[in-house]
């Protein structure tokens, strides 16, 4: 029932084939965000590549790591979303980003214990690769359906991304649990070889969109080194003009503020929960629980946006959100950490899935790569800030429940600017500026 809803009216071009080609790179790279971001990753790093360092010093250069990446993309998003357009190369250049992620990846598995230095290299090759290609994966929203199926098609690809990431991870997880049946000699040795697997399953999993899913056309006629000059012209002229764009400008700004916080519970509530003294197999259990509530609650918020507003139903994960940092901060038991789990599961992909589709209905679909250039600008600057200041929160205060307040702080601001939005820019009219 809800597939069929998600293919009325698409035509030849946006049908069925072409919107789960798309979809399933959701599934494909959140592998990654599972396995190496919030999984593995974080616990090797403070077990593995940290050994005799502090979990406050641990948790600090993992805060930095996240932020190298993400100022990498901050420098480069716009000015690539603008070239991708102007070059008709979005799907080009979202396998090169892709591409690279997944060596970074897959080298992860070769790094020995103690060298932290080079894991963080890795680390952020990898995670810029894996960014910079969702960035252009966001922009092909536009091209694979009509506006009035967005919020659903985005909940769709946010949920096959959270039960396919969630697969990947239990079956890392399982084979870290009893490495002796898969020939492995540790549980470290069955987590360092996830980060093959996972660059082997982002890999396959992207063939889809590969061949099912158009290159959407260029914004004018030539490319070459003509399409680098359209893109740098364009880019200024928007650049330019971006205070003419006035829902576009709040939204960011409120994106901007709230996707951070959600960020920052994503890359740093394994490493939090490890620091609070919760074993592995109960982090582990907590995030598997994220992410299977993840696949049938992201698809229900996509719904629930095109029901009451994605304002509402963003609104309603922040508060959710909020509830789960204060109780966060003073859990002491681990059904608490899965309480906690639970509770993000049933928010976390709604309020990613209706701000890429609310988004999308605020911005020109022929510029949606790089308006979404903009977009995930916000985003990986949100990055660049939340997890070192959930590290330096920890680490000024000695301990590291205060890093929830920072989280809390990003929420409320974020809630608070989103509802400057007037009602019009949500609803099926998508225009640049405010009249």
């Given at each position: 029932?809800?597939?069929?809803?998600?293919?009325?009216?698409?035509?030849?071009?946006?049908?069925?084939?072409?919107?789960?080609?798309?979809?399933?790179?959701?599934?494909?790279?959140?592998?990654?965000a599972?396995v190496?971001?919030?999984?593995?990753?974080?616990l090797?790093?403070?077990?593995?590549?940290?050994?005799?360092?502090?979990?406050?010093?641990?948790?600090?250069?993992?805060?930095?790591s996240?932020?190298?990446?993400?100022?990498?993309?901050?420098?480069s998003?716009?000015?690539?979303?603008?070239?991708?357009?102007?070059?008709?190369?979005?799907?080009?250049?979202?396998?090169?980003?892709?591409?690279?992620?997944?060596?970074?990846?897959?080298?992860?598995?070769?790094?020995?214990?103690?060298?932290?230095?080079s894991?963080?290299?890795?680390?952020?090759?990898?995670?810029?690769g894996?960014?910079g290609?969702?960035?252009?994966?966001?922009?092909?929203?536009?091209?694979?359906?009509?506006?009035?199926?967005?919020?659903?098609?985005?909940?769709?690809?946010?949920?096959?991304?959270?039960?396919?990431?969630?697969?990947?991870?239990?079956?890392?997880?399982?084979?870290?649990?009893?490495?002796?049946?898969?020939?492995?000699?540790?549980?470290?040795?069955?987590a360092?070889?996830a980060?093959?697997?996972?660059?082997?399953?982002?890999?396959l999993?992207?063939?889809?969109?590969?061949?099912?899913?158009?290159?959407?056309?260029?914004?004018?006629?030539?490319?070459?080194?003509?399409?680098?000059?359209?893109?740098?012209?364009?880019l200024?002229?928007?650049?330019?003009?971006?205070?003419?764009y006035?829902?576009v400008?709040?939204?960011?700004?409120?994106?901007?503020?709230?996707?951070?916080?959600v960020?920052?519970?994503?890359?740093?509530?394994?490493?939090?929960?490890?620091?609070?003294?919760?074993?592995?197999?109960q982090?582990?259990?907590?995030?598997?629980?994220?992410?299977?509530?993840?696949?049938?609650?992201?698809?229900?918020?996509?719904?629930?946006g095109?029901?009451?507003?994605?304002?509402?139903?963003?609104?309603?994960?922040?508060?959710?959100?909020?509830?789960v940092?204060?109780?966060?901060?003073?859990?002491r038991?681990?059904?608490?950490?899965?309480?906690?789990?639970?509770?993000?599961?049933?928010v976390?992909?709604?309020?990613q899935a209706?701000?890429?589709?609310?988004?999308?209905?605020?911005?020109?679909?022929?510029?949606?790569?790089?308006?979404?250039?903009?977009?995930?600008?916000?985003?990986?600057?949100?990055?660049?800030?939340?997890?070192?200041?959930?590290?330096?929160?920890?680490?000024?205060?000695?301990?590291v429940?205060?890093?929830?307040?920072?989280?809390?702080?990003?929420?409320?601001?974020?809630?608070?600017v989103?509802?400057?939005?007037?009602?019009?820019?949500?609803?099926?009219?998508r225009?640049?500026?405010?009249?």
């Open positions: 029932m809800v597939t069929e809803e998600f293919m009325q009216g698409s035509g030849a071009r946006r049908g069925r084939r072409t919107i789960w080609g798309w979809a399933l790179y959701d599934w494909a790279n959140s592998a990654f599972t190496v971001l919030a999984g593995f990753f974080p090797l790093f403070q077990d593995f590549w940290n050994v005799g360092t502090t979990p406050e010093v641990a948790n600090l250069r993992l805060g930095w996240n932020s190298a990446a993400s100022l990498v993309i901050v420098l998003a716009p000015l690539l979303g603008a070239l991708a357009d102007a070059a008709g190369a979005r799907k080009r250049l979202l396998f090169l980003f892709a591409l690279a992620g997944m060596i970074a990846t897959g080298l992860l598995a070769g790094v020995p214990g103690g060298a932290w230095l894991a963080s290299l890795l680390f952020v090759c990898a995670t810029v894996f960014m290609a969702n960035l252009l994966y966001d922009a092909l929203l536009t091209s694979v359906a009509p506006p009035a199926q967005w919020h659903a098609i985005s909940g769709l690809g946010y949920g096959l991304g959270y039960l396919g990431g969630g697969l990947m991870y239990l079956g890392c997880v399982v084979a870290a649990l009893r490495p002796e049946a898969f020939g492995f000699a540790d549980s470290t040795q069955a360092l070889a980060f093959v697997a996972t660059a082997i399953w982002w890999a999993f992207s063939l889809p969109l590969l061949l099912l899913v158009p290159e959407p056309p260029a914004v004018g006629a030539a490319g070459g080194r003509s399409a680098w000059l359209r893109g740098f012209a364009q200024r002229t928007t650049l330019g003009n971006l205070r003419r006035r829902s400008c709040i939204f960011l700004l409120a994106y901007w503020l709230y996707i951070d916080g960020g920052t519970v994503i890359r740093m509530a394994v490493a939090y929960g490890r620091a609070l003294g919760f074993e592995r197999d982090l582990i259990t907590a995030l598997l629980l994220v992410q299977f509530i993840g696949f049938p609650s992201a698809i229900a918020f996509g719904l629930l095109q029901r009451i507003g994605p304002r509402r139903g963003i609104t309603i994960g922040l508060a959710v959100y909020i509830l940092c204060i109780w966060g901060a003073l859990i038991s681990p059904w608490e950490f899965f309480a906690i789990a639970i509770l993000v599961g049933l976390q992909g709604g309020v209706l701000s890429r589709s609310c988004y999308a209905r605020l911005i020109p679909a022929h510029m949606s790569g790089e308006f979404f250039g903009f977009y995930n600008l916000m985003g990986k600057f949100a990055a660049l800030i939340g997890p070192p200041l959930f590290g330096l929160f920890g680490a000024w205060f000695g301990d429940r205060y890093s929830m307040l920072a989280v809390i702080l990003l929420f409320v601001a974020g809630g608070v989103l509802w400057r939005l007037p009602d019009s820019a949500f609803g099926n009219k225009s640049l500026s405010d009249s």
